[in-house]
Nanobody
Framework: VQLQASGGGFVQTGGSLKLACAVS????????VAWFRQAPGRERAFVAA????????YYTDSVKGRFTISRDNAKNTVPLQMNRLKPEDTAEYYC???????????????WGQGTQVTVSS
């Protein structure tokens, strides 16, 4: 299983970005795919996840109503639409795949490389 994250960039407060996680080696209808982020000097933290079987989505409180995780089964990608971005959203964003939705990074076996998101104030 391989994952590749893309779509990061520089945006002003209130702007939007759309990240994408391309998954190969496993269909999105199995297991779960999650997005995490890590700011300098801080631990990697859960952002959002989608369950492969049910399609149910999960979000950390700070992004609810602003971020949307989804899946494109035809392209085998998991987008993360990020709206109304804030400076505190600045971080390296990672996508990960696991057997089920977990909130802690150690439960995910497969990781993509990070993509940097910078939100200016």
């Amino acid at each position: 299983v391989q994952l590749q994250a893309s779509g990061g960039g520089f945006v002003q407060t209130g702007g939007s970005l759309k990240l994408a996680c391309a998954v190969s080696g496993r269909p999105l209808t199995t297991g779960a795919v999650a997005w995490f982020r890590q700011a300098p000097g801080r631990e990697r933290a859960f952002v959002a996840a989608i369950d492969g079987g049910s399609g149910r989505t999960y979000y950390t409180d700070s992004v609810k109503g602003r971020f949307t995780i989804s899946r494109d089964n035809a392209k085998n990608t998991v987008p993360l639409q990020m709206n109304r971005l804030k400076p505190e959203d600045t971080a390296e964003y990672y996508c990960a795949a696991g057997e089920k939705v977990w909130l802690i990074p150690s439960e995910y076996h497969y990781w993509g490389q990070g993509t940097q998101v910078t939100v200016s104030s």
